[in-house]
């Protein structure tokens, strides 16, 4: 299958790089997402069999001050991805976030619970998902939570980082997730992709979430458990952690539907021990 991807340096881009090299990966200076016009001439461009998009301004923080910028790169870009995908009568597989949810009680959120962002970012990507599920094509919209991996900026790092000058670290204990690994998230697409191009009744929106759900405090333990660092993890509320962008409470996601495309939650301890071991950090 010859397949397009819109992405190339970031974490799922990279993993998807690894298990479709020969798949064509369109990097920022290829396709700039801050020109959805110039992403569907891209795809019409290169007519490929299926296209998965791996782009996105993921600064969550930051987006509170370039609404406009993310939601241009969040929102109409992959409209614009899955018009032109439609016309072309080829499968889009496209990336969202459990931050599209407002974090309300602690039930684990189905695809179709009512949606109600807290901040910019989340507000960006649900224009995505309404622009690619009103493009009327076949896609897939798998939104996923808490990304990390080997490569660019995680949670993962950044604690590994912290830990090189700090032996104590306060890290808020209630907000609940499921952490989940670039790599089984590119094979997931991978999976929906081939599985849209034979079967498009497939078309929807799933959860793929790694388990078991866990708090950042309680996922930072589980880091330097497994690198062998001695860190003393602090719980704290996140009204002791104030950042300009509003994080859900409640981040669980309900992944059963998943099972239709064949597809398991991934453990995320065992995919953090994979992680840690390809950045030579295992104790
Ligand atoms: N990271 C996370 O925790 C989560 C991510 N997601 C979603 O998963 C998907 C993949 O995320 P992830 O791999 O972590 O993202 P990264 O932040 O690792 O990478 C984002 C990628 O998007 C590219 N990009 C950003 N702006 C533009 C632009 N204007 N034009 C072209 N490319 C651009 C970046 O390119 P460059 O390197 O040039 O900046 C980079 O390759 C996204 O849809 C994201 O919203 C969902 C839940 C959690
Ligand atoms: C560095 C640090 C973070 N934290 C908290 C802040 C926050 O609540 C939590 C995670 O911080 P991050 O900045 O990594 O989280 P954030 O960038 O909000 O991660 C999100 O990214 C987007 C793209 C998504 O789609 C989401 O699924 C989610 O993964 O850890 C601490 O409590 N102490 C610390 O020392
Ligand atoms: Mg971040």
Redesign the pocket.
């Known amino acids: 299958m010859s397949l397009l991807v819109f992405g190339k340096t970031g974490q799922v881009a990279t993993e998807l790089a690894r298990r479709a090299p020969e798949a064509t990966f369109l990097g920022r200076d290829a396709a700039d997402l801050s020109d959805p016009a110039a992403c569907a001439a891209a795809i019409r461009a290169r007519a490929p069999e299926a296209v998965i998009n791996a782009a996105?301004y993921?600064?969550?923080?930051r987006a509170e001050d370039e609404e406009d910028l993310a939601t241009t790169i969040n929102g109409a870009a992959p409209g614009a991805m899955a018009a032109a995908c439609a016309a072309l009568g080829i499968p889009f597989v496209h990336i969202s976030?459990?931050?599209v949810f407002d974090g309300a009680g602690t039930a684990a959120f189905a695809p179709d619970a009512p949606v109600a962002p807290l901040g910019t970012?989340g507000r960006s990507?649900l224009a995505g998902e309404e622009a690619v599920r009103a493009a009327g094509g076949a896609h897939v919209i798998l939104r996923?939570?808490?990304?990390v991996s080997a490569h660019g900026g995680?949670?993962v790092k950044?604690?590994l980082r912290?830990s090189e000058t700090r032996d104590r670290?306060?890290?808020?204990a209630d907000?609940i997730?499921g952490p989940t690994a670039a790599g089984p998230i590119a094979q997931a697409c991978l999976t929906a992709a081939g599985r849209l191009t034979t079967d498009p009744n497939l078309a929807g929106t799933y959860h793929f979430s790694g388990a078991p759900d866990t708090s950042?405090?309680d996922f930072?333990r589980e880091i330097f458990r497994q690198s062998g660092r001695t860190v003393e993890v602090v719980d704290?509320p996140?009204s002791e952690?104030p950042?300009p962008?509003k994080?859900p409470a409640n981040?669980r996601m309900d992944c059963t539907t998943l099972t239709r495309l064949g597809i398991d939650r991934p453990d995320w301890r065992m995919d953090l021990t994979e992680i840690l071991t390809e950045l030579g950090a295992r104790r």
Do not use: P
């Open positions: 996105a993921t600064a969550v923080d976030t459990d931050y970012y990507k996923t939570s808490w990304v995680n949670f950044t604690m912290l670290l306060t890290i808020v907000q997730g950042w405090a930072a704290i996140a952690f950042t962008a994080r981040s």
